[in-house]
T-cell receptor
Framework: AQSVTQLGSHVSVSEGALVLLRCNYS??????LFWYVQYPNQGLQLLLK??????LVKGINGFEAEFKKSETSFHLTKPSAHMSDAAEYFC??????????FGTGTQLKVEL | EAGVVQSPRYKIIEKKQPVAFWCNPI?????LYWYLQNLGQGPELLIR????????DSQLPKDRFSAERLKGVDSTLKIQPAELGDSAVYLC????????????FGPGTRLTVL
């Protein structure tokens, strides 16, 4: 069975600081990996995904993530946080069942 | 391109009442999902359709929940009767392929059961 663990339910950073949101997964087959962002009272928006090919993937709003098979990780980073990045972020894995399995989410707070 | 449309956006009902949610997926998306999102949690799959066939409904509580996707386009999720614990956000999503690589989510329906 596939699963996702997001370390840290709440992360707080200063505006302009590095954002690092951690995600580890388990999957019996090569996974598809995703990061979604959810703003209050809205649905989930896809930030980026890894399916095959280059292990460093770039997404919208300056975010990127690196698939590290040896560490079973897919951490999300952004070099410089902006106030508008404050939201909840979900890591998800899809394989082998072709259904998305989500982590419990990380609430990102950006402070002045 | 229009996104996934859901209605209503908010619903407040009393326990034991029935409730229904409607979803219109992105045009051409054959795979449709219903997810349940409890407060402070990630979404959990309730049911997945490929066209009009429910291919994964193992997590759907069939004693009170039902879903249909007639004609393989729009879908309806129903709860009857609703319980207090059903208060949550119900998310509809769709994708073009069956591998789950490009899943687009609707804004969700927030259900409050009093």
């Amino acid at each position: 069975a596939q699963s996702v663990t997001q370390l840290g339910s709440h992360v707080s950073v200063s505006e302009g600081a590095l954002v690092l949101l951690r995600c580890n997964y388990s999957s019996s087959v090569p996974p598809y990996l995703f990061w979604y962002v959810q703003y209050p009272n809205q649905g989930l928006q896809l930030l980026l995904k890894y399916t095959t090919g280059a292990t460093l993937v770039k997404g919208i709003n300056g975010f990127e993530a690196e698939f590290k098979k040896s560490e079973t990780s897919f951490h999300l980073t952004k070099p410089s946080a902006h106030m508008s990045d404050a939201a909840e972020y979900f890591c998800a894995v899809s394989a082998p069942s072709n259904k998305l399995t989500f982590g419990t989410g990380t609430q990102l707070k950006v402070e002045l | 391109e229009a996104g996934v449309v859901q209605s209503p956006r908010y619903k407040i009902i009393e326990k034991k009442q029935p409730v229904a949610f409607w979803c219109n997926p992105i045009s051409g998306h054959n795979t449709l999902y219903w997810y349940l999102q409890n407060l402070g949690q990630g979404p959990e799959l309730l049911i997945r359709y490929e066209n009009e066939e429910a291919v994964d409904d193992s997590q759907l509580p069939k004693d009170r929940f039902s879903a249909e996707r007639l004609k393989g386009v729009d879908s309806t999720l129903k709860i009857q009767p609703a319980e207090l614990g059903d208060s949550a956000v119900y998310l509809c999503a769709s994708s073009l392929d069956t591998a789950g690589r490009d899943v687009a989510f609707g804004p969700g329906t927030r259900l409050t059961v009093l």
